[in-house]
Every structure is written in structure tokens, then in C-alpha cells.
């Protein structure tokens, strides 16, 4: 089952903090976060995994809870390198599939 | 170091044709995701392969659809008498190993259009 992710967009100016959801009805092993910008290829953010262990980039924050099944991704003080549609793949069982969201929209202003 | 390659960028092909994707991943990965992203949708898995062991291949939608990986690096991505529904853009991915913890590198993506 493809995972929920909320909001569908979101339209900030810069400076602002937003937070894009994820939610599976499945029990999950991995989490997995990738943004996309328009005509390119999903670039990688960070990985969470079951038991705490995260992997991805300095500047990005997220969590994982485990017994709810869902991910959230905290963007804070957002620059304009952040628009893009942001996508979480869901991994369940450890079998190395990620099943993926339908992505957050995320427009970033001046 | 070089990215991971596709190609081509673009592909228009009659409905009924068979058509091939490459994809060249980055050196010394030994995992190798093709994935189908339909316009304005997330990422559908279709097939991953790891070293020289047989592919999961649970994720292609029919049987049109086949994919080889030669010597544990190129693979191509082969869909046979294409239909309409086929149009999306396919991304390649490449990662160190296999496992939950690795990062997927992804290409530029092939877009196919079916007319």
C-alpha cells in the first residue's frame, strides 16, 4: 500500500520552517526521503531506520515512529533551494522494496 | 566521479514496438533499481538486481516488461508490443550494496512516449 504523505503542497516564504508527513498502514522497517526538482532526478535526504539509526545530510531533520508507522521531515529556516516535491519511500519487511508517496509540493517565495 | 547514465532522454515510439532502456550505473555499485514514474506520481518499483544474483522482479506490471543486468553493471530495460499506458518517465538508481541503510543514486530518467 502506497504510503500517505501530507500536505499534498505547501507554499512558504523564505525563512519559514514547514513539516511534510508520511504515513503507512503497514509496520515498517525503513524509511526513506528524496527530493525532486522539476525535469531532474530525485536527489537523497535521509534514511531511518527501524531501532533509530539515521543516515542523510547535516542540515535536514526528521523522525520516525515506529509503533504509529509514520515519518515526518522537518525543513527549518527553508532557503529557495528548497522548492521541489519531496517523496518518502516506505520499506517494509526488509526486503529492499520502497514503496513510495505521491510527494509534497514545496514552493519556497522570497 | 561519473553519475549514473541513461539513455536515451527520450524516447517516441508506436503503440505495438518493442523499445530498449539502458542504464549505466555508477562504478562499483553493485544494486541497480528501475523505477516508473508516471506524470505528477511518485516512483513505482519494477525490478532491482544485486551482483550476480537473481532479480527480484515483483514489481513489473506485466510481462511485456523484462530487464537484464550484464556483468554486474549495465542493464537494460526491455517492454515489448508498448501501449499507451506504458508513457512515463524510467528512472535507474544505483547503490553501494543492497540493504535498507543505502542511499539510491538516481539517473536523468528515460521518458518514453507511446503514441
Known amino acids: 500500500q502506497q504510503p500517505v504523505q501530507s500536505p499534498q503542497a505547501v507554499i512558504l516564504r523564505e525563512g519559514e520552517d514547514a513539516v511534510i508527513n508520511c504515513s503507512s498502514s503497514k509496520a515498517l522497517y525503513s524509511v526513506h526521503w528524496y527530493r525532486q526538482k522539476h525535469g531532474e532526478a530525485p536527489v537523497f535526504l535521509m534514511i531511518l531506520l527501524k531501532g533509530g539509526e539515521q543516515k542523510g545530510h547535516e542540515k535536514i531533520s526528521a523522525s520516525f515512529n515506529e509503533k504509529k508507522q509514520q515519518s515526518s521531515l522537518y525543513l527549518t529556516a527553508s532557503q529557495l533551494s528548497y522548492s521541489g516535491t519531496y517523496f518518502c519511500g516506505t520499506e517494509g519487511n526488509s526486503n529492499y522494496q520502497l514503496i513510495w508517496g505521491a510527494g509534497t509540493k514545496l514552493i519556497i517565495k522570497p | ?115
Open chain 2, 1 to 115: 566521479g561519473a553519475g549514473v547514465s541513461q539513455s536515451p532522454s527520450n524516447k517516441v515510439t508506436e503503440k505495438g514496438k518493442d523499445v530498449e532502456l539502458r542504464c549505466d550505473p555508477i562504478s562499483g555499485h553493485t544494486a541497480l533499481y528501475w523505477y516508473r514514474q508516471s506524470l505528477g506520481q511518485g516512483l513505482e518499483f519494477l525490478i532491482y538486481f544485486q551482483g550476480n544474483s537473481a532479480p527480484d522482479k515483483s514489481g513489473l506490471p506485466s510481462d511485456r516488461f523484462s530487464a537484464e543486468r550484464t556483468g554486474g553493471s549495465v542493464s537494460t530495460l526491455t517492454i515489448q508490443r508498448t501501449q499507451q499506458e506504458d508513457s512515463a518517465v524510467y528512472l535507474c538508481a544505483s547503490s553501494l550494496a543492497l540493504g535498507s541503510a543505502y542511499e539510491q543514486y538516481f539517473g536523468p530518467g528515460t521518458r518514453l512516449t507511446v503514441t
